[in-house]
């Protein structure tokens, strides 16, 4: 084509040069967005510290906002520099910071589905640590709230984790003792909220509560929806991965030779 032949007259090749802006544009994008989260995990992290309850870093969106941010923000940016400069060494960076995250991932992918039952038990003894904590981490409290609404469900592993927490244990005092947080219970949208309907329902039977309140755990609730749901489980992944792979400098360190023959729009042109 015309356009082509006249970059490589120039000494400038077509591919070499569509690799180049691919790179640039992606590695602008993920950096603008790496920006972005770590503009929200620095104000989240501020909020957390002034209302701060607790002195671990327990599930905290902030520290994870901050490090994923911090993370892309840098990666990003050495490539996007490196593309623009035609820098070798950044390049260089910027190629092995993404095999690696792309071979983490992949490990960590197929570990869990190898380790399925482990994994799950893993999350199930985090939530009920946190569940401890519920009223102490306004983090983790929001995010369980509406998980357990979402995905219409009650505590990690099952509703009697609730017993764990100081407030909700049958022992304790009270008018939360011996019961579950409102967002266990079973509601039609457009109720209004009845913040004691779990009350006195950890001491009885499964079979007495299901009508009252959700009683499946919330981290089976979810690995079944992924079950249900794995087009869009898959598509997630492939969301996560593809970029990266497409990001991937595959030949932007070393630009391909120009041809010394040439054919500029029907004539031979010796370079």
């Known amino acids: 084509m015309c356009g082509a032949s006249w970059?490589?007259?120039r000494g400038i090749n077509p591919g070499y040069l569509a690799l180049k802006l691919t790179l640039g544009v992606f590695s602008t994008l993920f950096w603008l967005l790496g920006l972005l989260i770590l503009c929200i995990g620095i104000y989240a992290e501020v909020e957390r510290q002034q209302n701060k309850t607790m002195d671990s870093l327990f599930l905290a969106p902030a520290i994870i906002l901050l490090l994923l941010g911090l993370s892309m923000f840098t990666v990003s940016f050495a490539g996007m520099v490196g593309a623009l400069r035609d820098n070798r060494l950044l390049l260089k960076v910027f190629k092995w910071t993404l095999v690696t995250v792309v071979v983490l991932q992949l490990v960590f992918i197929i570990v869990?589905?190898?380790?399925?039952?482990?994994v799950l038990l893993l999350f199930k003894a985090n939530v009920r640590e946190g569940i401890k904590h519920y009223y102490d981490d306004l983090d983790f409290k929001n995010i369980l709230d509406r998980i357990q609404v979402k995905f219409s469900c009650c505590g990690g592993d099952e509703y009697m984790?609730?017993?764990v927490n100081q407030y909700h244990a049958c022992d304790a005092p009270g008018p939360m003792a011996c019961g579950v947080p409102y967002t266990c219970c079973m509601s039609k949208q457009g109720d209004?909220?009845?913040?004691?309907?779990?009350?006195?329902?950890?001491?009885?039977e499964r079979f007495e509560v299901d009508t009252i309140i959700y009683v499946r755990g919330c981290v089976d609730a979810i690995s079944l929806w992924f079950m249900d749901n794995i087009g869009i489980t898959v598509g997630i992944l492939a969301a996560l991965l593809l970029p990266q792979d497409y990001s991937y400098p595959h030949r932007c360190c070393t630009p391909p030779p120009i041809p010394?023959?040439?054919?500029?729009?029907?004539?031979?042109?010796?370079?």
């Open 7 to 9: 970059l490589r007259r």
């Open 192 to 204: 209004v909220i009845n913040t004691q309907c779990g009350y006195q329902t950890l001491h009885k």
């Open 112 to 118: 869990s589905l190898l380790c399925q039952n482990k």
């Open 161 to 163: 984790d609730w017993a």
């Open 260 to 271: 010394t023959n040439l054919k500029v729009c029907g004539s031979t042109t010796a370079l």
